[in-house]
């Protein structure tokens, strides 16, 4: 008797962590653009940012060589969606503070890493899918602020413009739940990381939580892209259970043949993969 008992509570324990960790099955026509895709790390952009990195010019190489695309967006003081990844200008610029402290009209009029010329500066996300023009298969990360309902419904008014494919992904669980709530058919990712990188920001429960893919039961990721090698157990049931993996960022040093084995698509950097793997 007692033997039983245990053994129900062993699967009501294991039924209710698949529930906790379950992602949603995106279909075949959401992932087969990804697929086996290399995707460039903000565009092919070139190690000494001569070509400075989210711009248009890596864009435009990007689709020049073949590659899919990932690219960050957020807002600006006055509302505008632009591509960028930090939330301070600090290391891409000479000035200081936050992007969404400055104007457009301000962002971009600043020089990228002392590059000066056309399609080198910080470009609004509209200007980016126009080059992208569907060529590039993208994935579009949400930089987490506190309007971000602002973002999600800006970006998703402006992608509902624009020709596929394309997906979103965000570290922030509550635009990734925002998309599952009012965009149900686009297919989304909850950006994650290690438990040790996530430290550096958060306090043990919540790093836990987001390491090891809990927040899952609140948003249904349709993929998963993961910036480490080591693999927690939710991510390494995530994919036979239905799940689209994706790795961020590899290297030219990266365990390239293992990276192919364990994820569905990688977003890649300071190198010249293969188009598909």
């Not at 699967?11 to 075949?28: E, N, Q, R, T």
């Not at 995530?238 to 689209?244: L, Q």
């Not at 790795?247 to 890649?268: G, M, N």
Request: proline share 5%; net charge negative.
């Amino acid at each position: 008797m007692l033997i039983g008992m245990i053994l129900v509570i062993l699967a009501l324990l294991c039924v209710g962590y698949v529930f906790l960790i379950a992602c949603a099955k995106p279909s075949k026509e959401q992932t087969a653009p990804f697929q086996n895709l290399n995707c460039a790390h903000r565009g092919f952009y070139e190690k000494d940012q001569s070509v400075p990195e989210n711009t248009l010019r890596a864009f435009e190489r990007a689709v020049e060589h073949g590659y899919g695309v990932e690219l960050d967006v957020q807002l600006t003081k006055d509302g505008e969606v632009v591509v960028f990844h930090d939330d301070i200008v600090d290391r891409e610029t000479e000035y200081k503070g936050r992007v969404d402290s400055f104007t457009l009209e301000e962002l971009q009029a600043m020089s990228l890493f002392g590059t000066h010329g056309d399609k080198l500066n910080i470009p609004l996300f509209t200007d980016v899918m126009a080059v992208l023009d569907g060529k590039s298969p993208t994935i579009v990360e949400l930089k987490s602020t506190e309007n971000y309902e602002e973002l999600c419904q800006k970006t998703l008014k402006i992608l509902r413009t624009c020709k596929g494919p394309y997906c979103v992904e965000s570290f922030d669980w509550r635009i990734v739940r925002w998309f599952r709530l009012h965009a149900p058919d686009l297919m989304r990712g909850q950006l994650t990381e290690s438990y040790a990188g996530w430290r550096h920001s958060l306090p043990v429960l919540p790093a836990l939580a987001m390491s090891h893919l809990w927040t899952n039961v609140l948003t249904r990721p349709h993929f998963i892209a993961y910036g480490s090698m080591k693999q927690p157990l939710a991510l390494r049931l995530a994919r036979p259970m239905g799940a689209f993996t994706v790795y961020w960022t590899e290297e030219p040093s990266s365990d390239h043949e293992t990276l192919k084995k364990r994820y569905d698509c990688r977003i890649f950097q300071h190198y010249s993969p293969e188009i598909h793997y």
